[in-house]
């Protein structure tokens, strides 16, 4: 199975293509404020380049669906579903927690994966290893929770693992015993989108085109001060 992955929910953005079938991956980075229609194209031109492919050799596009930056996400789902029809391909949305997990080592002890939410909120989400030795959601019912910063890191217990970009700003105010994964992992990459949705795309799963949207998470400030939520 060939992926093109597509990861688009933070600052900045990747591209990557994946081979299944022999483990081959080539990765594409964008600039922090280059997440962009414009940037995205050409980037996943230049992977296809690198990596020897033609667009037709892609058989199933990942992207990341949320929780994430309202644009970033809408530019790269409306990329996948894009390129899914022009090219007949599979369409996998991929949970953005779900990505920030799958680049931490797999182990014994609960890891959280978290973003950061504004307004003193967290999408968060807490995982452990499965019996494949892959990150399982321990509530599956739930794309993530909505807690505030404070209420999070009150209930993080001794040999947590934590990781997301929010820990720049976190870290020093994790309590004793709770671990940092490396700071390399912090970000979500779509070299791991395209693990993510090799391993959904075996379990058989397929987005529907016509259907696929962002999971933003909450309501945008305006929705919220619509609805009288603010």
Not at 10 to 25: P, Y
Not at 41 to 59: C, F, G, H, K, M
Not at 143 to 169: F, H, K, M, N, Y
Not at 190 to 205: D, K, P, T
Request: proline share 5%; hydrophobic share 45%; glycine share 8%.
């Amino acid at each position: 199975m060939r992926i093109l992955a597509l990861e688009t929910s933070g600052l900045g953005g990747s591209v990557a293509l994946f081979d299944d079938a022999t483990a081959t991956l080539n990765s594409v980075e964008l600039k922090p404020g280059q997440r962009s229609a414009q940037a995205l194209a050409p980037a996943i031109q230049n992977a296809l380049t690198a990596t020897s492919w033609l667009p037709t050799d892609v058989e199933s596009i990942a992207v990341t669906v949320g929780p994430g930056s309202f644009t970033g996400l809408r530019i790269g789902v409306t990329t996948a579903k894009t390129l899914a029809y022009a090219l007949d391909a599979a369409l996998i949305g991929v949970n953005s927690l779900d990505v920030l997990a799958c680049a931490v080592p797999t182990g014994s002890a609960r890891l959280w994966a978290v973003l950061d939410a504004h307004r003193g909120q967290l999408f968060a989400a807490s995982y452990r290893t499965d019996s494949d030795g892959c990150w399982q959601r321990e509530d599956a019912t739930t794309e993530c929770s909505l807690p505030t910063v404070d209420d999070w890191l009150a209930q993080l217990q001794p040999g947590e693992i934590v990781t997301g970009p929010i820990l720049a700003r976190l870290k020093a105010r994790l309590p004793t015993g709770v671990i940092a994964a490396p700071e390399v992992l912090w970000q979500p990459q779509a070299a791991y989108v395209a693990n993510v949705g090799a391993r959904l795309f075996a379990q058989g799963h397929r987005d529907d085109l016509w259907n696929l949207v962002p999971y933003y998470g909450r309501l945008s400030a305006a929705e919220e001060k619509r609805d009288g939520l603010q």
